[in-house]
């Protein structure tokens, strides 16, 4: 049983639009949730996270939106650049902190020029 | 600064056969947590260390796996009487303490034939 779920496989995006990645979770314990990018033959990189006690944080160009009633996250990248081609992993835990995650099967951003 | 580094990048073992997959984490990095990755999965908890000792095993899949991390640094991944379904990406990941991000080497690709 999936907690954590990525229902897009792969998104496709022009260059300069936003990019907008989604996912959603079961789990009503679950009170922090990251972001991770990955490159292929590379480990997953940590890009941006939030605590439930938020529904909002941003870094740069990068911002991740927390929806708790309907239990649903958004990734936000504006302006999308060709790097950000990467798949992009949704993961969650309980207890306030990064042990233990639980991850979702990653979407594949395409950043079209 | 070093990252995670894992060693060997690909391991290929006939079924049956012990193997060990090793894991220096980045200096001064207490916790430290090995993954699983199968082909169009996220990665997958098998366990976690908080210094020398394993703190949540619980993702292990069975007795065939096991983990160490004897001075609190470097850990091995021991895997005996490996099967064709053991074939996947190991990754290796450490965080300066508890409730930090997690920071992934760029993982162990092992192939059983």
């Known amino acids: 049983d999936q907690q954590v779920k990525q229902n897009s496989p792969s998104l496709s995006v022009q260059e300069g639009r936003i990019s907008i990645l989604n996912c959603d979770y079961t789990?009503?314990?679950?009170?922090?949730f990251l972001w991770y990018k990955k490159y292929p033959a590379e480990g997953p990189t940590f890009l941006i996270s939030i605590s439930s006690i938020k529904d909002k944080n941003e870094d740069g160009r990068f911002t991740v939106f927390l929806n708790k009633s309907a239990k649903h996250l958004s990734l936000h990248i504006v302006p999308s650049q060709p790097g950000d081609s990467a798949v992009y992993f949704c993961?969650?835990?309980?207890?306030?902190?990064?042990?233990?995650?639980?991850f979702g099967k990653g979407t594949h951003l395409i950043i079209q020029p | 600064g070093a990252g995670v580094s894992q060693t060997p990048s690909n391991k290929v073992t006939e079924k049956g056969k012990y193997v060990e997959l090793r894991c220096d984490p980045i200096?001064?990095?207490?916790?430290l947590y090995w993954y699983r990755q199968s082909l169009g999965q996220g990665p997958e908890f098998l366990i976690y260390?908080?210094?020398?000792?394993?703190?949540?095993d619980s993702g292990l899949p069975n007795d065939r796996f096991f983990a160490v991390r004897p001075e609190g640094s470097v850990s091995t991944l021991k895997i005996q009487r490996t099967e064709r379904g053991d074939s996947a990406v190991y990754l290796c990941?450490?965080?300066?303490?508890?409730?930090?991000?997690?920071?992934f080497g760029n993982g162990t690709r092992l192939t059983v034939t």
């Open positions: 260390f908080q210094g020398t000792g394993a703190a949540d």
């Open positions: 200096s001064g990095h207490t916790a």
């Open positions: 993961a969650a835990s309980s207890g306030g902190g990064a042990d233990g995650l639980t």
């Open positions: 990941a450490s965080s300066r303490q508890l409730n930090s991000p997690l920071h």
């Open positions: 789990n009503s314990m679950f009170d922090y």
